[in-house]
T-cell receptor, first 113, second 112 residues
Framework: ETGVTQSPTHLIKTRGQQVTLRCSSQ?????VSWYQQALGQGPQFIFQ???????GRGNFPPRFSGLQFPNYSSELNVNALELDDSALYLC????????????FGPGTRLTVT | DQQVKQNSPSLSVQEGRISILNCDYT??????FLWYKKYPAEGPTFLIS?????DKNEDGRFTVFLNKSAKHLSLHIVPSQPGDSAVYFC???????????FGGGTRLMVKP
């Protein structure tokens, strides 16, 4: 059983650009959640996808969007990057909506200059 | 509005002694609580959880206690080992699904 993987590991972008981060969930996991972790803080919930539909959203603007695919992969897209978007982006998968244990990937470190 | 708070940013403990990490929450809709451990350059790793219908859950050296009336939970690690040195996050989930609200983390250092 493979764990949750994310790509790329690190990324540097310029303010105003767009970025796509990728995640591969554990096989069989129907739910994927994305979190943003700023330096020195705990992860903050961005949104969750269940069976390819958005199931909930945290306090993030619409320029943060996502997709979930049938092959247990997912994407986080961020448009019009701002300096404050610099953070570690984590994806987490869980078996189902009722499965509270979420398994995290190693994260993508995004730096916006 | 921080719904989950870990008021101690760091904790230093001697190897073999007990480590106690604390967490407070404000949202009474939370019904499931989890602790995660995070090493540098890795994602958070699930450690232990507790449902609001319980007040204690044990797993080996790790025990989580929940005091619903005080909206407080704690993680006890006995005995502490140098390999336990990491950042520990408590997280909470409510009936909206398993979206997690995290605290700010406590860095635990276990000295040999």
């Amino acid at each position: 059983e493979t764990g949750v993987t994310q790509s790329p590991t690190h990324l540097i972008k310029t303010r105003g650009q767009q970025v796509t981060l990728r995640c591969s969930s554990q096989s069989g996991h129907n739910t994927v959640s994305w979190y943003q972790q700023a330096l020195g803080q705990g992860p903050q919930f961005i949104f969750q996808y269940y069976r390819e539909e958005e199931n909930g959203r945290g306090n993030f603007p619409p320029r943060f969007s996502g997709l979930q695919f049938p092959n247990y992969s997912s994407e986080l897209n961020v448009n019009a990057l701002e300096l404050d978007d610099s953070a570690l982006y984590l994806c987490a998968s869980s078996l189902d909506l009722g499965g509270y244990e979420q398994y995290f990937g190693p994260g993508t470190r995004l730096t916006v200059t | 509005d921080q719904q989950v708070k870990q008021n101690s940013p760091s904790l230093s403990v001697q190897e073999g002694r007990i480590s106690i990490l604390n967490c407070d929450y404000t949202n009474s809709m939370f019904d499931y609580f989890l602790w995660y451990k995070k090493y540098p350059a890795e994602g958070p790793t699930f450690l232990i959880s507790i449902s609001s219908i319980k007040d204690k859950n044990e797993d080996g050296r790790f025990t989580v206690f929940l005091n619903k009336s005080a909206k407080h939970l704690s993680l006890h690690i006995v005995p502490s080992q140098p390999g336990d040195s990491a950042v520990y996050f408590c997280a909470a989930s409510g009936n909206a699904g398993n979206m997690l609200t995290f605290g700010g983390g406590t860095r635990l250092m276990v000295k040999p």
